[in-house]
């Protein structure tokens, strides 16, 4: 409820910095600056064995977000024996560490849970309901909303994490092409 007052009234302060903020930036698709893990790793000191190594090169490569089972057939692609305990114990050590996320995506597959290093900025996943296509979005809206939220909670923010289901332009059209023909076969 706070939220919807919050974007109605403009004569709230940081409201000019929001509307310059839309204005300025559309929401869109970004190229991450994602953190070297295999670097963050060796200057905290922590041993790295060939299997923990493979394992954090795939997620540090992964262009999409890849589930523990995905992790173990590309780890193991590499010609490192890696079994599926060393996946688990190296996602953990680097969750602990805070050098990826973990992400449920909507459940769109279930109760599995997917990786990717953790950016430098923070930014927004778009899961659609349909066909399961995450999008990565930044904006600076993201920052604007961390900072009423700190404000007017008193709350420091540490992690954000946001995940938003809905329906992919490529989706809205199909579904929209279909509605077209059936409107025109029924009105034949």
């Not at 795939?58 to 599926?84: C, F, M, P, T, Y």
């Not at 709350?155 to 989706?171: N, S």
Request: hydrophobic residues 40%; aromatic residues 4%.
């Amino acid at each position: 409820m706070f939220c919807d007052a919050v974007i109605r009234d403009a004569s709230k302060p940081g409201r000019r910095e929001l509307d310059s903020a839309i204005a300025s930036s559309p929401l869109m698709a970004h190229s991450f600056d994602r953190r070297s893990l295999l670097g963050e790793l060796k200057a905290k000191g922590i041993r790295l064995t060939s299997q923990r190594r493979a394992v954090v090169e795939v997620i540090q490569e992964a262009n999409e977000h890849l589930d523990a089972s995905a992790l173990l057939e590309r780890a193991r692609a590499k010609g490192v024996n890696v079994d599926r305990a060393t996946v688990y114990r190296t996602v953990e050590l680097l969750k602990r560490h805070r050098l990826i996320d973990e992400l449920d995506l909507m459940h769109l597959q279930g109760e599995k849970h997917y990786y990717e290093a953790r950016t430098r900025g923070d930014h927004v996943h778009l899961a659609c309901l349909n066909c399961g296509r995450i999008l990565e979005c930044a904006t600076p809206l993201l920052d604007w909303l961390k900072l009423e939220l700190a404000t007017r909670t008193g709350f420091e923010l540490r992690v954000t994490r946001l995940e938003v289901g809905g329906y992919c332009a490529q989706c809205r059209a199909a579904h929209s092409r279909r509605a077209e023909t059936a409107e025109a076969i029924a009105s034949a």
